[in-house]
């Protein structure tokens, strides 16, 4: 289906959990913007994560659904994070159209620790390891996988990285989560998660225009000041660095609120929303294939008074199956 591009103003606001595709033509500024909120709030309290592993996972899920809307075809995106730090696994993943699951491992003990000694900021969750990015279009296709250094910065900074290496577009990232503390119609005390984010890419009709300072070499390289950045990405950049966390995530202030502030001087237009929904692609009929494929002392390991219990790590479903449903078919 066509986008439809329009002048900010003509459209509804999209609120929460729809992504906004933008433009800024006066820049060559192509990108996306999204608040998550009940889709969010929903992943993060199915599992009760702590506090600062919710706020991480919720910045790798928004990372996620930025990049995995602009996909042109069938299949699935996948952000995942392994590092040495307390929080050792993320994995967040988007099936087109519209579907998004996530989960978090951590170690509390080091959690705790972390915590205790102020170190919760992402990179000191996550430590030193490899941000991966996967696309996957099915069974006739080979997955495509970039990866990138878990280096100590944000993981703004990693995503940006990502681009300039692998695709070679220049590209800034911002990401935010936080938690609201309010009253339901009731007058009940309530807890919130809220997450937000914005990719802005520079993609002007010359593609040598995108060229980008090369990056240092070390010690007594000059090369990093060889090229000088294109003035209107530069623009750009500079505009999208002035965003404040609170205005990535607060309801009040909206998608089309923040590009117009962002950009109005230059002409920017959005295009028709895009949809995110938390939902599993797990079933009982996928793990009752797996099951089929364990050996008979497997089956008999897995089982508990005759019976074998699978829970979704991603959705926290509990499939059971009696061992004579799949022991017979593994014979």
């Not at 991966?132 to 006739?140: E, H, P, S, V």
């Not at 250094?149 to 990401?175: H, K, M, N, W």
């Not at 089309?256 to 692609?281: I, N, Q």
């Not at 009929?285 to 699978?310: C, M, P, T, W, Y």
């Amino acid at each position: 289906m066509a986008e439809t591009a329009s002048a900010l103003g003509e459209f509804d606001f999209a609120g929460d959990d729809h992504v906004v595709p933008f433009q800024v033509e006066g820049l060559d500024v192509r990108g996306r913007a999204v608040q998550l909120g009940p889709m969010l709030d929903a992943i993060l309290e199915r599992h009760h994560y702590p506090a600062p592993v919710a706020r991480l996972l919720a910045e790798v899920i928004v990372l996620t659904v930025l990049l995995g809307t602009s996909l042109k075809f069938e299949g699935k995106f996948t952000v995942q994070t392994k590092g040495d730090g307390p929080v050792d696994l993320l994995v967040a993943d988007f099936s087109t159209p519209e579907n998004v699951r996530a989960y978090a491992r951590f170690d509390q003990a080091l959690l705790d620790k972390a915590v205790a000694a102020g170190q919760t900021e992402p990179e000191q969750l996550l430590g030193k390891g490899v941000l991966a990015f996967t696309i996957d279009q099915g069974k006739f296709s080979q997955p495509y996988q970039g990866i990138v250094a878990l280096d100590g910065t944000s993981l703004e900074d990693i995503a940006g990285t990502y681009f300039r290496q692998s695709e070679q577009i220049p590209t800034r990232v911002r990401l935010a989560a936080a938690e609201l503390f309010d009253r339901d119609e009731a007058g009940k005390p309530r807890h919130r998660w809220r997450a937000g984010g914005l990719v802005a890419q520079f993609l002007p009709e010359a593609p040598e225009r995108m060229r980008q300072p090369d990056l240092h070499g070390g010690d007594g390289d000059n090369a990093a000041l060889a090229h000088k950045e294109d003035d209107a990405w530069t623009e750009a950049r500079a505009l999208v660095d002035t965003i404040d966390a609170d205005e990535l995530t607060d309801p009040q202030v909206g998608i089309e609120r923040l590009l117009f502030r962002l950009f109005h001087e230059r002409g920017v237009r959005v295009f028709s929303t895009r949809a995110v929904f938390d939902r599993c692609s797990c079933s009982r009929e996928k793990i009752k294939n797996v099951l089929k494929g364990f050996s008979d002392d497997e089956i008999d390991a897995s089982q508990e008074n005759g019976e074998i219990a699978v829970t979704c790590e991603f959705c926290s479903t509990t499939y059971r199956f009696e061992v004579v449903e799949v022991a017979s078919a593994a014979e």
